[in-house]
């Protein structure tokens, strides 16, 4: 079941709701959406049910036929797909029934977007986790001697390389912002 409300012209949002079948769209006093319009040919176009959703195919070849601007011949329509008919734009809108006819059309740039957007959270994430990891700067007090102690045992551990080379990061950093206040 889909919805055509028509957003110019002289029935600007009137709305039709049709439950099941095809709905043929033309300026014929037959058409099941007449549309008086110079530019509209009396059998202009169709929308058909079909298993896979919901599809407008032109009757007629040459006539003004568009679907979110683009120019069409036959197209799955979508929900919240704008049909433009001569100089009528009518919106699409899906109400129920068929499922498989809620599927957007997305194109190839669609999914490259999503991978690329994601991709590039994820390396995010991994540099902080391996700037926390790495460089996580733990402020100790001086009101704490044992622990003081057992940091400088451990430095001592490492050979003079080592020491160096783990602490150079922090040489950079000013002492005011790596030790606080404590009070």
Known sequence: MYRIV???????????TVEKGDLLIGSNADAHLRIQDLTVQPRHAVIEQRSTGYWLRAETEGHALRIND???????????DEIDIGSQRLLFQLTGGNPSATKR??????????VAVWTLLLIQVLIL??????????????SHPQISDMLQQRLEEF???????????F???PEWIVTPVWE
Request: hydrophobic share 40%; charged share 20%.
């Open 129 to 142: 986790a391996g700037l926390f990891a790495f460089w996580r700067i733990d402020p100790i007090p001086d």
């Open 70 to 80: 683009q120019p069409v011949v036959e197209s799955q329509l979508a929900h919240g």
């Open 6 to 16: 028509f957003l110019t012209g002289s029935k600007q949002g009137r709305r039709i």
């Open 105 to 114: 059309r997305r194109s190839k740039f669609h999914g490259m977007t999503f």
């Open 171 to 173: 040489q950079l950093i």
């Open 159 to 169: 050979s003079a390389n080592q020491a160096d080379n783990l602490l150079e990061p």
